[in-house]
């Protein structure tokens, strides 16, 4: 379940699709396996998902779900799928209320915002020499929670904050503008959209305001949030910084000609399901079953994020963490 | 009475009595070392040159399989092209001619593209959502292919390393013979000594070093 159709020709929204069908191709290389993908196109809209975890749920020859990309689905979908006995590893629905018991069947393999928001919190306070920092949340969960833990973790480092909500998709960028005073240094952008982060950055820029930025994982796209000098958090580490993940970077740039390095969470997210799959395979079939009963104890040793995968009583990634990039010249460079 | 020169003991080996035998213990065991030692050398050459053969050829195939690929794929998007272009221009004898030059993955690929709902349906049958497009294994099989042949030419590498230090060790066992025989035929006996010394630590090093090389 990951987005692979954008009414935005522009926009590549393939990216994990084209992780997880890499790992898959891999994977049955490897281990001499035949097993295949039945697409579900989903991004955030919940209505959509559902429709799709229906038909997935109702086909039987579905024994495990990679995916859903964002938390909003996931907490639309997981009764479905958890009604159904499926189990469903997302490579980047980050809401920490997730793993708090009440999607049975839900797994991740990236750190959650309960990482996220104090990793935020604590590289402000030690590296930005933040006077005030703004922190601007948009109207949805996501951005909520994530907001309230970076304010919580700066208020705990003895640093001042204010806050302001925007509404998410179109955000009063004038009201954020007029909200950064001279005493307020570090502007905070955990939104859910990235092209909001965009207007915001570019309202400040022409308004002559130029505050350290720190944006959060849901706007790590360049093609959508392109600040300079801009920091971005992600669970994605660069995948090239492995000589596993080189490898598999090269042969998904030969694949689709382009590269994108940070949507590789979805290749591990699918090399878990299918291991399980493999390794509770009974006469040759998988099973959702032996799916569920397999991921909790699943363990990969080495994998392209740089970590080993195993997952804790809660169904998080053990040891899950985010990185810090900033942008320059049209890329990413890792500072934490 | 004197005893005269006698051709026995201008031949004989001077030195402590048990002087010979251990010479001839030695020498013997420098030589035997030294055939083993000349055969673990070919053995290695051996499979050091159809190692290299083998990934030679491993990487010719390589080449092929990761060629095929790339033009396949190209094959596959221009004819695609060609076949929606003679489609939605309604042009069907030619629609069906592409149709027929395609490969059958291709077709299954774009027969699974066309089932698909509108908003189901990625914007190229060949996509990685397509479970019918094939293209992205081929690629894993020729990076396969091609991962199998570095390691075919590295073992090459090692085989050709390992036979050139059993030659060495092959250095080490003459200069003991060498330095036996002189022990043979020097009268001073602590060079005598020096010398049966010097022999059995080539002998020493050289079956250390052919238990390890081997």
């Known amino acids: 379940m990951a987005p692979f159709n954008s009414t935005n020709n522009d926009r590549d929204d393939s990216i994990q699709m084209n992780w997880a069908r890499v790992a898959l191709d891999n994977f049955n290389s490897d281990h001499g ?10 991004s955030r809209e919940t209505d959509r998902g559902v429709v799709e975890a229906t038909i997935l749920a109702a086909n ?24 159904a006995g499926l189990s469903y590893v997302s490579p980047s629905a980050t809401a920490a209320e997730l793993t708090d018991g009440h999607l049975k069947n839900f797994f991740r393999v990236v750190a959650n915002d309960s990482v996220q928001g104090p990793s935020i919190g604590q590289f402000i306070a030690s590296r930005l020499r933040p006077k005030t920092v703004l922190v601007v949340n948009d109207d949805e969960i996501y951005s909520i929670a994530l907001s309230e833990s970076i304010a919580k973790t700066l208020k705990r480092r003895g640093v001042a904050v204010k806050r302001i909500a925007v509404t998410v998709g179109s955000p009063d960028v004038d009201a954020v503008v007029d909200a950064v005073t001279d005493s307020i240094n570090v502007v905070a952008l955990p939104l859910l959209e990235a092209e909001d982060g965009q207007k915001i950055a570019d309202a400040l820029q022409a308004a002559g305001k130029r505050p350290e930025i720190i944006a959060a994982d849901s706007m790590f796209n360049l093609e959508s949030f392109n600040s300079s000098r801009a920091y971005v958090s992600t669970f994605a580490p660069d995948v090239t910084a492995t000589v596993k993940g080189a490898s598999i970077a090269r042969l998904y740039q030969q694949i689709f000609g382009s590269f994108a390095p940070y949507g590789a969470p979805a290749g591990v997210a ?19 079953a032996g799916v569920t009963r397999t ?6 040793p080495r994998t392209i994020l740089g970590i080993p995968i195993s997952f804790d009583k809660n169904h998080d990634v053990v040891n899950g963490r985010f990185l810090i990039y900033k942008i320059q010249a049209n890329a990413y460079y890792l500072v934490k | 009475m004197k005893h005269g020169p006698s051709s026995d003991h201008a031949n004989a080996v001077h030195g402590p009595r048990w002087l010979p035998i251990v010479l001839a213990l030695l020498l013997g065991t420098a030589a035997v070392v030294s055939g083993i030692t000349a055969w673990r050398v070919a053995v290695h050459l051996g499979h050091s040159q159809t190692a290299f053969s083998v990934s030679t050829k491993a990487f010719d195939d390589t080449n092929t399989l990761g060629q095929n690929s790339t033009d396949a794929a190209n094959e596959e998007r221009s004819l695609f092209i060609a076949w929606d272009q003679a489609q939605s221009g309604g042009d069907a004898k030619t629609t069906e001619n592409i ?31 397509n479970p019918q497009w094939t293209t992205p294994r081929t690629a894993v099989e ?12 590295a073992d090459a590498g090692d085989q050709l390393v390992q036979s050139h230090n059993l030659e060495l060790l092959e250095a080490l066992l003459a200069i003991a013979l060498l330095t036996g025989g002189l022990a043979a035929l020097i009268r001073n006996t602590s060079s005598q000594f020096i010398l049966l010394g010097v022999t059995v630590t080539a002998i020493f090093l050289a079956v250390g070093g052919l238990v390890v090389l081997w």
């Open chain 2, 142 to 153: 020729a990076r396969n292919a091609s991962a199998e042949a570095s390691a075919v030419f």
């Open chain 2, 99 to 129: 149709w027929g030059m395609m490969s059958i993955p291709a077709q299954r690929a774009i027969t699974w593209w066309i089932e698909q709902p509108l908003a189901n349906r990625p914007p190229s049958p060949f996509s990685a959502a």
């Open chain 1, 270 to 288: 699918m090399e878990t399901v299918l291991t399980a799959a493999l390794n509770s395979c009974e006469n040759g079939s998988a099973t959702r």
């Open chain 1, 60 to 83: 039987s020859d579905v024994v495990g779900v990679v995916g859903p990309p964002t938390s909003i689905v996931a907490n639309a979908v997981g009764p479905i799928f958890d009604a």
């Open chain 1, 295 to 300: 991921l909790p104890n699943i363990k990969l």
């Open chain 1, 33 to 42: 396996t035949a097993f295949t993908i039945e697409p579900a196109n989903v």
